[in-house]
Each structure stands twice: as structure tokens, then as C-alpha cells.
């Protein structure tokens, strides 16, 4: 059982957080994402293990890509997890209906908007621990299609629903991982949008998939769900264009029910094509990904674990 938290230390961490947001709107967004890549830099030298772990999934994941440039890919991945933090607190104020344009460019998307103004059914949206994955879900709101997203709760309850109110702010519905099957089934059946952060390790009952030259445990639920509802998969990247507060949002890939209705496996074809969609957007930009994200974590029967985990 985990440790009961402490009312007095969440509400101190609540209080601090907010401190430290509004002295941040002091300055501008520029200065705080500079602020947040010299901390990226920090944490990258002194924290041992975290920085073996992003250095070991980037080998791993690239076995010919020179040690230099290893090293390179690993430190901006530590420098955009905290470049992160700032674009959350900043999103609501920066990304509006009439200034979105000067923070957000689209590429291959014309498909994806499609999908989302037609509304013929509902409607599958991933995307992984890359880039700003955050803003993805908040843009498509914001244009006028809402999004049920899954995620996983703060522990801090006070940060947590202070947190969802941003996030939530032009429409984005954020609904927590558990007990969330219910809302879920109800928003495809009325043929609205769910997004999903999809490359997250499943366990042992998961489907072990390629996914960056390794096994990796994917989830069964995203597959079946489409299958259940006969729906598409849309599968996305929010990527972060230099570092400033501007991004390229981008499709990967799309699924469509008849590309699976003659498969053998249509749950193995479904969560190893959206796997290698994730991969493919990693691959072209390692830097943005969060490569200290345990995504090897779970191994294979008889699969030996990796050392640094």
C-alpha cells in the first residue's frame, strides 16, 4: 500500500507551484523556456540514473547512431520534458482562436480534419511521450472538436484539478485512467473523439510488438476498441519547431476499419501499424522523445530485463 500523503505538504506544493506560476507570467515565454532548457541541462548532469536510462533506450534504439550524437539526443529529451512544464502553464494564455495560427502550423492534417468534421462515427486519436503531446488534444478543442482524453492522475489533488482546469479550459475533457471504460464506449458511440497516449508499457498481458528494434508491451484495449466500434485510428505528433513556443502539428498515420477486416490478426496488425506510426515520428526528430520513459519495461517470456531498469 502506498504511503498515506500529507493534507499540510500538498496543500505547500499547491501554494508553490501557483507562486512559481505567476512570477513565471513575469517574464515572457522565451525567457522561461531558456530558464527551463539551462534546468533540463542541469538535472541531465547530475541525475545519474535518469540520464543512464534516456542514454540506454537511445543506444538501444539506434545502435548506429555515433555516442556524440547519443549524448546530444538524450540532453535535449531532459531539456524538453522541463521546456514541458512552461508551455503548459502558457498554452491557455498564448494558443487563442485569434492567435493560434502565429504559434501552430499543420502538416498532413487535411485527412485528420476530415474525419473530424464529418462525424460519421467516432474517432481514435494517439500520439506518444513526444514533442508537446499536451497542446494536441487542447488545439483540436480549441477549433471546435472536443476531445475525451485519458490520463493518469496527480497525486497531489490540489496541483491535480488546478492542472485539469487548464488543460480543460476550451473544451478537453480529461478523464482518469481508472474507471474510465464506461465514458469511453459512451463518447464513440456518439461518434465523438477519444485521445490516448498509446505508447505506454502494458504489462505482461499486453501484445509484444516491434517498436524501435525491441519488444514492447502495447495495449489491447486501443485495438479493440476500434474493432468494437468499428471506428478509425488517427495517429498524431504535436512537435515543437526550434526552441520557442511554436509547434507542427502532424498525422502519421491513419487506420481505417477495411484495413483490417481481412487481416488474420486485425488486434496484432491494429497496435503494431499504430506502433510503428509512433516510431516513424520519433525516428525523425529522437530529441523530442522521452526517452527516460520506462517503455521497455515489461519483457518477453524468457526475455532477460534491461540492466539500467
Known amino acids: 500500500m502506498s504511503k498515506p500523503r500529507s493534507d499540510f505538504i500538498d ?15 513575469c517574464w515572457p515565454v522565451h525567457a522561461n523556456l531558456r530558464l527551463a532548457q539551462f534546468i533540463g541541462d542541469f538535472v ?13 533506450n537511445l543506444r538501444r534504439s539506434f545502435p548506429d547512431m555515433p555516442e556524440r550524437r547519443v549524448e546530444q539526443m538524450a540532453r535535449e529529451s531532459m531539456r524538453q520534458m522541463f521546456m514541458l512544464f512552461v508551455e503548459v502553464l502558457f498554452t491557455v494564455r498564448l494558443v487563442r482562436v485569434d492567435t493560434f495560427t502565429r504559434r501552430i502550423e499543420f502538416k498532413d492534417f487535411q485527412e485528420t480534419l476530415s474525419l473530424l468534421m464529418r462525424r460519421h462515427g467516432g474517432l481514435l486519436v494517439l500520439t506518444g ?22 490520463a493518469r492522475s496527480l497525486d497531489n489533488k490540489y496541483v491535480n484539478h488546478w492542472l485539469l482546469g487548464v488543460r480543460e479550459k476550451v473544451g478537453q475533457k480529461i478523464v482518469h485512467k481508472k474507471g474510465v471504460t464506461e465514458i469511453v464506449m459512451k463518447t464513440l458511440q456518439d461518434e465523438g473523439t477519444v485521445g490516448i497516449i498509446s505508447d505506454q508499457d502494458a504489462g505482461k498481458k499486453g501484445l509484444f510488438v516491434d517498436f524501435l528494434g525491441r519488444k514492447a508491451s502495447a495495449y489491447k484495449s486501443i485495438g479493440l476498441l476500434a474493432m468494437e466500434h468499428n471506428v478509425p485510428i488517427v495517429i498524431g505528433y504535436s512537435r515543437r519547431r526550434g526552441h520557442h513556443f511554436h509547434f507542427e502539428i502532424g498525422t502519421s498515420d491513419i487506420i481505417y476499419p477495411d484495413d483490417w477486416k481481412d487481416q488474420d490478426n486485425p488486434l496484432m496488425y491494429i497496435t503494431q501499424r499504430y ?29 532477460t530485463p534491461e540492466k539500467y531498469d
Open 129 to 150: 511521450h513526444y514533442g508537446n503531446w499536451e497542446i494536441l488534444g487542447y488545439v483540436m478543442a480549441l477549433l471546435g472538436f472536443p476531445t475525451v482524453s485519458i
Open 44 to 56: 541531465y548532469f547530475v541525475d545519474k540514473r535518469h540520464r543512464e536510462r534516456a542514454l540506454g
Open 275 to 303: 506502433t510503428t506510426a509512433i516510431e516513424k515520428f520519433i525516428a525523425e526528430e529522437p530529441g523530442q522523445y522521452l526517452w527516460v520513459h520506462r517503455r521497455w519495461k515489461t519483457r518477453p517470456k524468457g526475455e
Open 11 to 25: 496543500r505547500l506544493q499547491y501554494v508553490g507551484l501557483r507562486t512559481v506560476h505567476m512570477m513565471m507570467h
